[in-house]
C-alpha cells in the first residue's frame, strides 16, 4: 500500500508539506515539560524505560497507570531511549503525527477538492489548534493521526474501487483504540451510520467485517486481555471509571454540565479553525447552501464530523484536545468549500498571520521564564511558572546537594515532568491515606507518609511539601526514626531530607 501524493500540483503539496514541517518543528523542544499533563505521559513512559515492562503501565513503581492504553508511551519511550532523555523527544511522536495528518490529506484531498487537492492539508496545518496540539505531550494528536489513517485508508478503498485497503481502515481503528480507548470506536460507528445510509449505492464497497472485524480485536485487544489477566481487578476500573464515568457522570469534573458542551467545544472550534471557517461559511452560503447535491465524499465528511461531535456533546467528561479527531474532517470539508474560491493577498496574509501568532506564542511559551525576570514582580507571578518542570529541577538542584534519586511529595500535586530531568522517580504521599482503599490504577497516592518512611531510608530523597505540612512531616519523620532536615524552598513549597541514626 503507498502512500504516494498522486497530486496533479506536486510542487504545491510539496510547498504545504515543508512548511508543516517547518512550524511543526520549531521550537519543538525548546520549552519544558509543564505539569500536570506533559510530565503526567513523559514519566509513565520513562517508567517503561526505568522497568524493561513494555505492558505493565506504571507512573511510580508502586502505582499502576492505565488510564489510556500504552501507545502513546511506547512511542515517547522508543523515542527517547533513540534519541536521548530530552524535551524534543518526548516530543517527537506527537509532531510526526501531527505530520502524519498532513501527509494524508494531502493523498485523500483530490477525492473531496479535484480544483486544489493541496488546500485541505494547508487548511490543517494551519489550523491554531492543531499547531499548538502537535507540540504538546497527550494521546489526542496520535488519535487523530489514527483515526484519519483509517479514514484515508476507507477513502482509498472505496473511491478508488482499491478493497483490499479496507483492512487499513480496520488496523486503523484498532491503533486508534491501543491509542485512546473507545473514543476510537467513535469513527468507526460512523463508517457504519455512512454505510447504512450509503447501502443502494451501487458503488458501496463491503466493509470485509469478516476480516476486518478478527484484525480489529486481535489489533486492538489483545493488549487489553493480557492486562487484565495479568492484574485482576483491572477490567472493573477500565468499564467502569474509564468508560461508564467518563460518558454518564460528572467523577471528572470536566465540565459536566448541560451546556459544557457547547462551552467547551464550541470555543475549541470556533477559535481552534481560525480563520478558514469564516471563509467557508461565506463560500458555502455563495454556493446556495448546498453541498453539491450531498456527494457521497460530502456525506462521508458530514457522518465523520456529525457522529463525532455528537458524542462528545453527549459525554459529560469534556476537554478542548477531545475533539482534536474531527478537525481533519472539517480541513476537508473547508477544502472542499474553498477550491473555487479565490484565496487572495489578503486571505493568505491572515492565514499566515494567524500562523506567526501561533509559532510567537511557542516562542513566548518557551522563553517564559526569562521573560517574567523583566516584569514587575507583580506580573510574573501570575504567570504558570509552577507548571514549568525543567524550572523546578534547576531549582531543585541548587537546594538538594547530593543526587537525588526520588522526589516524594507530601499531600501535594506530584510534578512528574521532574522524571525526564532529575532521572529520579516521582511519588505521591499522603500522610492520611488508607493503602487497603488505594484503587488499582490513578490512585491519589502511591504510599502512605508512615509506610513509605518505615519501608525506604534511602538517603538520596527529598520530600516536597507545602509549608503548612512541614510540621506534621517532621512529626511522622521522627516517629520513624529519621532526622528531617529542612534544606530550603523552591517556589512556595518547602524542600526536606532525611537522615537516619547509625545502628548501634
Known sequence: MSLSLHLPTPHRAFAVFALAIATTLLFLGT?????????????????????????????????????????????????????GWN????????????????????????????????????????????????????????????????????????????????????????????????PALIGLAAVLVLHAFDRRDAGLPSL??????????????????????????????????????????????????????????????GLGALPWWPWAVAAWRRDGGRWRDATPTT????????????????????????????????????????????????????????????????????????????????MAERLPLHKNAREWAEQLDVVVPYRIEEVVFVNDMARYGLHLYLRAEIEKTDVDGDLASKPISDAPFDDVLAHDLREKPSTGRVFVMRPAMAERFEAEARAAGAMPKRLGAVRDRVVYALAFPAAP
Open 31 to 83: 520549552r519544558g515539560l509543564w505539569d500536570p499533563d506533559e510530565g503526567r505521559f513523559s514519566n509513565v513512559a520513562l517508567q517503561i524505560l526505568r522497568s524493561g515492562d513494555w505492558i505493565s503501565l506504571y507512573r511510580h513503581h508502586e502505582t499502576l497507570h492505565f488510564t489510556k492504553p500504552p501507545v502513546t508511551y511506547w512511542a515517547i519511550a522508543a523515542s527517547v531511549s533513540a534519541l
Open 87 to 182: 524535551e524534543w523527544a518526548v516530543r517527537l511522536p506527537g509532531a510526526l503525527a501531527h505530520l502524519g495528518i498532513v501527509a494524508l490529506l494531502l493523498r485523500i484531498g483530490r477525492h473531496f477538492a479535484p480544483r486544489r487537492p493541496w488546500l485541505p492539508a494547508l487548511v490543517y496545518a494551519t489550523f491554531p489548534l492543531t499547531m499548538l496540539a502537535s507540540g504538546l505531550v497527550t494521546t489526542d494528536t496520535p488519535l487523530a493521526f489514527a483515526t484519519t489513517l483509517a479514514f484515508a485508508c476507507y477513502v482509498i478503498a472505496r473511491f478508488e474501487s482499491r478493497p483490499p485497503w479496507m483492512l487499513g481502515m480496520w488496523a486503523g481503528f484498532a491503533l486508534a483504540f491501543m491509542t485512546k480507548g473507545p
Open 208 to 269: 470485509r467485517i469478516g476480516r476486518g472485524l478478527p484484525l480489529f480485536l486481535v489489533l486492538g485487544f489483545s493488549w487489553y486481555l493480557v492486562v487484565v489477566v495479568k492484574h485482576p481487578g483491572l477490567l472493573d476500573y477500565f468499564i467502569h471509571h474509564e468508560v461508564v464515568d467518563r460518558v454518564a457522570s460528572d467523577v471528572h469534573g470536566r465540565h459536566p454540565e448541560w451546556w459544557g458542551g457547547l462551552y467547551v467545544y464550541g470555543l475549541t472550534l
Open 299 to 378: 456525506r462521508l465528511l458530514l457522518a465523520w464530523l456529525g457522529v463525532g461531535l455528537l458524542v462528545f456533546m453527549l459525554a459529560r467528561s469534556r476537554l478542548p484536545l477531545y475533539v482534536l479527531p474531527l478537525f481533519a474532517p472539517l480541513a476537508l470539508l473547508i477544502g472542499r468549500a474553498l477550491e473555487g474560491a479565490p484565496l487572495g493577498r489578503a486571505r493568505v496574509a491572515a492565514a499566515a498571520a494567524v500562523s506567526a501568532m501561533i509559532l510567537g506564542l511557542k516562542v513566548l511559551l518557551a522563553y517564559l521564564p526569562q521573560v517574567a525576570e523583566a516584569l514587575p514582580t507583580r
